[in-house]
C-alpha cells in the first residue's frame, strides 16, 4: 500500500463504542463516536476494552502523578467523580481543553 493509500486508510472514520459492547454495555447511539481508524486502533491498544472511568483509573496507576500539576490532577478527579461514563469521551476525548 503507498504512502497515500495508506494515509486514506488510517483516516477513514470508524465506529466505536465508548462503553464496549462486549461487557453488556448498550449498542445505542450515544454509545458510539466515529472516529479515525488509527485512533481506534490506539485506543484498544492502550486500554483494550476498559470503560472510560477504567482509562483513567489505569492511567492514574501507571504514571508518576509526582509529576502532574495540580490543574491536571484536579480534571483527573473531576472525570473520575462524574456519574456519567461517556462524559470522559464527551467532553475531554472529542473536545479537548488543552
Known amino acids: ?3 497515500k ?5 488510517n483516516q477513514e472514520l470508524t465506529k466505536h463504542h465508548i462503553l464496549p459492547t462486549s461487557r453488556d454495555w448498550n449498542a445505542s447511539q450515544d454509545n458510539i463516536n466515529w472516529l479515525e481508524r488509527v485512533k481506534h486502533q490506539a485506543i ?3 486500554f483494550n476494552n476498559l470503560s472510560p472511568t477504567e482509562q ?10 509526582t ?8 480534571d483527573l478527579r473531576k472525570i473520575l467523580d462524574e456519574p456519567d461514563e ?9 473536545r479537548p481543553k488543552y
Open 44 to 46: 484498544h491498544t492502550l
Open 1 to 3: 500500500m503507498n504512502s
Open 67 to 74: 509529576a502532574l500539576t495540580e490543574w491536571f490532577k484536579e
Open 86 to 94: 461517556l462524559y470522559y469521551y464527551k467532553e475531554w476525548i472529542y
Open 56 to 65: 483513567i483509573q489505569e492511567l492514574m496507576l501507571n504514571i508518576n502523578t
Open 5 to 9: 493509500k495508506r494515509r486514506r486508510y
